[in-house]
């Protein structure tokens, strides 16, 4: 692989100069402002997928903004990856807390300072720059390269899982490969192999048909934040375990291995009750701070409202009490049979003295991808060989709804081979990306075609 | 006593064209154009008193609206009865939700429409032409008179304490006499007797030291929501009970009499559920709604709030959670007291992934007259005359400040005498006073007079 090694390293400048380029077009894919930015976004990659050698470029419209694809399937016979990314960002907020303009790229030392440097325009240019590096260094791709570059992801990616749906011959694969999650460690090589599903729900208990006057009335009508309150309260056993009936029906536990896996990233309780300000964590018994966070489901309210919430005393029984709860699943754990799990139980244990009503506002599946799968096999050496240390496997307790839909509709497992960090300040002002990780990122998507190709 | 009923029959056009007079000054303590009502309704109160044979009749400025103070000591040897009331009146509110003009009143068959007609200028007036009837009918008074007639009772009564402390050997008592309650039902002669007090808290739970995403820490770090909804149904057991230690240490408990007479009252539970709009009641196990809402403590969240409460879905654990707790208070519980026991109480069951702050914010006495006393039996003796019926004993669920104040500071027990009804809409639009109730608190007050003088 040297000739290639060779090419990535000399390039480098040139790369950059590429990406910052990129990061100059304000795609905000929130702000109907920045609609032609989108779209310029979008012919920029467009582009440069076509320079890299990619075939078959085009800017496919959807409801929202454009989806890029581009194929190279010049190698009959081998796996097929399809790589995702997306090219919109979020808002870059208030420009006041930015040292710099969010959309003027700046270096500092290792640093590349822009709204989207790490989510997701670094990350995906890596991909772009890999292709290019496999036809200038060696004439070819060792297998058939897929790319498939949306611009709703910020804004929940409406119009892509549609597009899926409606191209699934097109956007066949052997497998998904995903660089938009974070290293574990500065320098540490990472694959994050699940991510949690979520089911959200809402709550609305109404006990009178107005506010009463607690004095009046207070001791002989139920209130509906008292018993609100009894109901959040009951749906946690004293293990922290969830106790609406069925919610762990057929999950998949964690095995040995993964959990040995995790032990080993020696995540450290003290540093993070002191970043979150707490002074005791608090969850499931029997599972340590990772194993809660990344692979066991939970529930928490996200809000909650109801009666007077103003300045001083108000003297009343409130009519209605809303609350958001949500549970974030693990796999098997289904989003849809979730949410009709926990109605009924709500209804179920609803007091005759008040009436309650159910809303499911919304879900999305878990996802795994067994870490002995071929990709993540592939993907694994390849990281090894560019960072020159051994592979760590994490989880991520949140959800990319995208990932659920590539295994649902496509039937390939995604490798979620990402190169940022959580530091980096993805969503919020100074968001940045290290160009250090930028270049083994080129290296580690050359050497995953290489090992897929295997 | 036949000429003083006769003087009252042959005057009552007149005594409503008076009380129309007071009912067209709006006398609305809350809203700072009335200000010039103000003074005008207290200068009203006292001609009217004057006129009636009162003596060194004074209206006295406060920090607020003024008192209005009259007095006839000619009775030497003969009890003193102070009787309350305020000349000042909740805010007419929206306008289109009322039939007539609420300060230009109407009669239409028995019941005059004005905001202030029940509450509490109609109750007032009653006593101010009883008065006038004894010296007019009989040239005396059978015992000596005091008139206290504040203006600040719809804002909370704030600068009545102060007054009352200051002016002690003025106000100095056997019994203070106030028609500002209702009839249990309609010419069904009335004493309430008890009322509750409160003692009304803020607590805020912190968890994080800011909204997390409930993806990436849900299951580690405690949920302030889930915290508080936990402390709150803790509060009280499974039979209804307040959870607070000490909560009920020396209550008055309710008596066999009190309970029987509450039973006499035949309260319909039905036509109660149908008012509030439930399909049952809730509350402390081993008493009946009556006892439960009149002479039993309570615990009732107000309101709470923490969180995203918008439109959707927004996935995170709430920095900060915060609900407003109020206790209704039976005799002998000192508000005060009972602040520390919640207060302690709160933070021993606080877990310690959550702060706890607590603050009091607001508090009253409870009060209870005997109802063996001599001005409670003279009251009944009174109305019982006036009605043709046998009086009924109630308690009232709410509070009313000033009375505790007058038990505190003055020593002397208060009747409440009230004449009003409860579907009367005190506080809101179209309210009205019976016209009937009217004529018979005059005369109940004539009666009362005579027999607290034996």
């Known amino acids: 692989m040297e000739p290639i090694d060779n090419y990535i390293d000399e390039n480098r400048d040139r790369y950059i100069e ?11 894919s929130a702000e109907s402002e920045h609609k032609g930015d989108m779209i310029k976004a979008a012919e920029y990659i467009s582009e440069k997928l076509q320079d890299a050698g990619m075939k078959k470029v085009k800017i496919h419209k959807t409801d929202g903004h454009p989806v890029v694809y581009g194929e190279w399937l010049g190698a009959p016979g081998k796996p097929t990856v399809l790589i995702y990314g997306h090219y919109d960002v979020q808002p870059a907020g208030d420009p006041s807390l930015w040292k710099s303009d969010p959309f003027d790229p700046v270096i500092i030392g290792d640093k590349i300072f822009a ?9 995906l240019y890596i991909h772009i720059k890999s292709v290019e590096a496999c036809f200038k260094a060696n004439g070819t791709l060792p297998l058939n390269v897929k790319f498939l570059i949306e611009g709703e992801e910020e804004v929940g990616s409406e ?6 749906i409606a191209n699934k011959k097109m956007l066949a694969c052997d497998s998904v490969l995903i660089s938009d999650t974070s290293l574990y460690a500065p320098g540490l090589p990472t694959l994050t192999y699940g991510l949690r599903g979520l089911c959200y729900m809402e709550v609305e208990v109404t006990g009178p048909n107005k506010d009463l006057h607690s004095g009046s009335y ?8 008292n018993v609100l309150a009894k109901m ?4 946690h056993d004293k293990n922290g375990k969830v106790t609406i009936p069925g919610f762990y029906d057929g999950i998949l536990q964690l095995s040995r291995q993964e959990r040995e896996n995790f032990k080993k990233l020696k995540f450290s309780e003290s540093a993070y009750m002191k970043e979150v300000g707490v002074k005791e964590l608090a969850g499931e018994k029997g599972y340590t701070t990772l194993e809660r966070q990344w692979a066991r489901p939970t529930l928490d309210c996200n809000g909650i409202v109801g009666g007077y919430t103003g300045e001083g005393a108000k003297t009343i ?20 049979k979730i949410a009709k799990l926990f109605t009924a139980h709500i209804k179920a244990i ?8 159910v809303k499911e506002l919304h879900g999305g599946y878990p996802v795994i991808t067994p870490i002995d799968g071929k990709a993540t096999i592939a993907a694994s050496k390849a990281m090894e060989r560019a960072f020159g240390k051994k592979t760590v496997y994490m989880r991520e307790g949140g959800s990319i709804p995208v990932v659920a839909a590539f295994a649902n509709e496509l039937k390939a497992p995604a490798v979620l081979m990402g190169f940022g960090l959580n530091s980096e300040n993805l969503h919020s002002p100074n ?3 290290s160009l250090t990780h930028f270049m083994l990122g080129i290296k580690s998507s050359v050497y995953f075609f290489e090992e897929f190709s295997k």
């Open 232 to 235: 959040i309260a009951s749906l």
């Open 317 to 336: 029984i409130p009519s209605k009490v809303s609350s958001k709860i949500s549970m974030r699943l693990v796999s098997n754990q289904d989003p849809k």
């Open 18 to 28: 590429e990406l910052k380029e990129l990061l100059r077009i304000p795609s905000v």
């Open 350 to 357: 609803a007091p005759k003295s008040v009436k309650v009503t």
């Open 159 to 164: 119009n892509l899982e549609p597009f899926i």
């Open 115 to 123: 709204r989207g440097a790490t989510d997701d325009k670094g990350q």
């Open 431 to 433: 968001e940045h990306f």
């Open 218 to 225: 207070g001791g002989a009508v139920a209130n509906p934040v």
